[in-house]
């Protein structure tokens, strides 16, 4: 099997490498956390004028029509350069549900905004004691009329603080964990009997919670079928963990690097730290660690072609699993071949591994995804 980019994709690695080089170090990055809903709004319009905003999406819909390796592409240099930008709950998640379940209607008043930079999404899903089952949901959309009231809460929403427009998960019948019963809405941050409250989280990035009370919206406001989303849920979901598994190999690919670079600088009785055989063998088990970690992304990122849906969540599923135990190593390697330094808020790679933890415990840590593939009697 040919692993090698395209040239088109060779030239979008290197546009979106060269964007990030240019604007996104450590410095910048620590600048774009102290505004507003914690990211750049001028980084966001750079991502916009280079057309990162509208890959994935259709050429009908205004679109590049990518696929999931530029998806791939994109997530692993966001993860290099710690992005805190909402490109994973806009483009990837809200552009998912949009793309794979969305009227054409819904397609049409929200995916030019997605393109242009000028709307970014949020997706309202983790519940109180929810974990990562997706169909345990006890929010619920009421049918008023020709349209649904919308009452519950939602926690630790990504971008909550600034999106324009949740995506949210809810029950329209049925019992709290029942599969059938739970539906999709796009529901307009602005909507009255909304409340919010944001915070930073542990990783750099921005989240709140929230409380929907009576929340009206319109009938087009459900994406697909109200009382049978969790298949559209599932596969926009393992569509973010196949790009949360890209992320974190660019997070580790760049921890790798940082910490070589130190091990050749930092001194120790007289000679580089870099020098001593058994660190070389440390970064050597990292390397490794990277590398399976890539493997893995690239098998899940594939894996979006498959066409029995079981096979393509197993394989998503099992790259979850080589990310998790990967990042775990690789940042836990890192913090300690930079000693005391890399435990301070002033050396980047300490906010690598918190990037990657969190990764790992996003929409299903090490072990739920273990028991994914299990379930799903493994990848053979």
């Not at 290197?14 to 450590?26: A, R």
């Not at 819909?61 to 997530?75: H, S, Y």
């Not at 569509?239 to 598994?245: N, V």
């Not at 906010?351 to 799903?376: A, C, P, Q």
């Amino acid at each position: 099997m040919d692993f090698d980019l395209s040239e088109e994709q060779r030239l979008l690695k290197e546009s979106v490498d060269g964007l990030l080089n240019d604007s996104y170090d450590f410095d910048a990055r620590k600048k774009y956390r102290a505004e507003k809903g914690g990211w750049s709004k001028a980084v966001w319009s750079k991502l916009a004028e280079q057309g990162l905003l509208g890959l994935p999406f259709p050429e009908a819909d205004g679109g590049f029509g990518a696929g999931a390796v530029e998806t791939m592409i994109v997530m692993e240099a966001l993860g290099k350069a710690m992005v805190l930008e909402p490109y994973l709950p806009t483009v990837v998640i809200a552009g998912g549900f949009l793309r794979h379940g969305g009227s054409a209607a819904q397609k049409a008043a929200h995916i030019p905004g997605i393109i242009d930079g000028s709307k970014t999404f949020a997706f309202a899903q983790l519940e109180k004691n929810s974990r990562y089952d997706l169909s345990d949901v006890a929010a619920t959309a009421k049918k008023k009329g020709g349209g649904w009231v919308i009452d519950g809460e939602k926690f630790v929403v990504i971008n909550g603080e600034n999106a324009d427009t949740f995506v949210v998960t809810a029950r329209t019948k049925g019992g709290q964990r029942d599969k059938t019963g739970v539906g999709v809405f796009l529901v307009p941050a602005t909507a009255k009997g909304i409340t919010k409250k944001g915070y930073p989280t542990q990783d750099g990035l921005h989240a709140a919670d929230i409380t929907f009370t009576g929340v009206e919206v319109g009938a087009d406001a459900a994406i697909g079928d109200p009382e049978n989303g969790l298949a559209l849920i599932e596969r926009v979901v393992d569509e973010a963990r196949t790009a949360l598994c890209a992320e974190a190999v660019g997070a580790m690919d760049e921890s790798l690097k940082t910490t070589v670079e130190y091990l050749k600088t930092r001194k120790q009785f007289g000679v580089a730290i870099g020098s001593f055989q058994t660190l070389q063998h440390r970064a050597a088990d990292m390397f490794v660690a990277v590398e399976q970690a890539r493997s893995m992304s690239m098998f899940a990122t594939m894996a979006a072609d498959f066409d029995n849906a079981g096979e393509r969540a197993t394989a998503v599923a099992a790259a979850k699993v080589q990310i998790g135990k990967s990042a775990k190593f690789v940042g836990q390697q890192s913090i300690q071949l930079h000693g005391g330094i890399g435990m301070t808020q002033e050396a980047k790679i300490g906010h690598y591994f918190k990037r990657l933890t969190m990764i790992e415990n996003t929409f299903g840590d090490t072990e739920y995804h273990l028991r994914r593939v299990s379930d799903g009697g493994g990848l053979v």
